[in-house]
Every structure is written in structure tokens, then in C-alpha cells.
């Protein structure tokens, strides 16, 4: 059965940094599509950074990109998202997703219905 469970949320002020993981087991790590979304207060669930676990390519909503940075950890079969430069528009339940096999390009990993597998999410809060 597959599992992802995502920590490292909380609440901090604009310009501050945080770190997500998402731990994910149940499945072969080694070629998944790995992705962070974020849903804030009255808006629709967005695609933030994508990472092909299997070589490592990388995606990145315009809104993120500079600011945050998604890796992973193959011995702890772990994603990060390193956020930086916190805006109170980065305020969001923030969400781990996974999808067997590569990532097929930027259009469809950004995408919610892309994903088979879903975290229960963490929340980022920021203030001004």
C-alpha cells in the first residue's frame, strides 16, 4: 500500500524559510514522479515543484521558482521542498503526490489528476 506522509509545516513571517519532506513507502522509489501542491483559502489545488525520482529532472511553478527547490533522498525514500523567501501568498495546505513512472513534461506534472497517490498534507502559513 502505498503511503506518503509530509511534515515540516508551520507558521512563519515573510521572508522566512521552510523545509517539507514527504516519507513515502509502499512502492518501488526508484521511478515515480514526485510532486508538491498546494491548495490555499479559496483557491483551486496548484502544481509548486515536480522531481523524477528516477533521474532526477525538475519542474517549477513560476510563482516558486528561485525561492524553492525540490530534492530527494533516495536512501530515505524521502522528498523536500526547500522553501525560501516566504511570501503570505505561499500560505497553502501543502501536499506530497506520486504517479509510477517519469515525469511527462511540465503541462502534465503540474497537473492534480496526473497523480494516483496523495498525502493528507501540511500546512504553511505566512505572515506579513
Known amino acids: 500500500q502505498v503511503r506518503l506522509v509530509e511534515s515540516g509545516g508551520g507558521s512563519v513571517q515573510s521572508g522566512g524559510s521552510l523545509k517539507l519532506s514527504c516519507a513515502a513507502s509502499?512502492?518501488?522509489?526508484?521511478?515515480?514522479?514526485m510532486a508538491w501542491f498546494r491548495q490555499g483559502p479559496g483557491k483551486e489545488r496548484e502544481g509548486v515543484a515536480v522531481?523524477?525520482?528516477?533521474?532526477?529532472?525538475?519542474y517549477y511553478a513560476d510563482s516558486v521558482k528561485g525561492r524553492f527547490t525540490i530534492s530527494q533522498d533516495n536512501a530515505k525514500n524521502t522528498v523536500y521542498l526547500q522553501m525560501n523567501s516566504l511570501k503570505p501568498e505561499d500560505t497553502a495546505l501543502y501536499y506530497c503526490?506520486?504517479?509510477?513512472?517519469?515525469?511527462?513534461?511540465?503541462?502534465?506534472?503540474?497537473?492534480?489528476?496526473?497523480?494516483?497517490?496523495w498525502g493528507q498534507g501540511t500546512q504553511v502559513t505566512v505572515s506579513s
Open positions: 503526490a506520486a504517479d509510477p513512472g517519469s515525469c511527462s513534461g511540465a503541462n502534465w506534472a503540474m497537473t492534480t489528476a496526473s497523480y494516483k497517490y
Open positions: 509502499g512502492y518501488r522509489w526508484s521511478s515515480y514522479c
Open positions: 522531481i523524477y525520482t528516477g533521474g532526477g529532472s525538475t
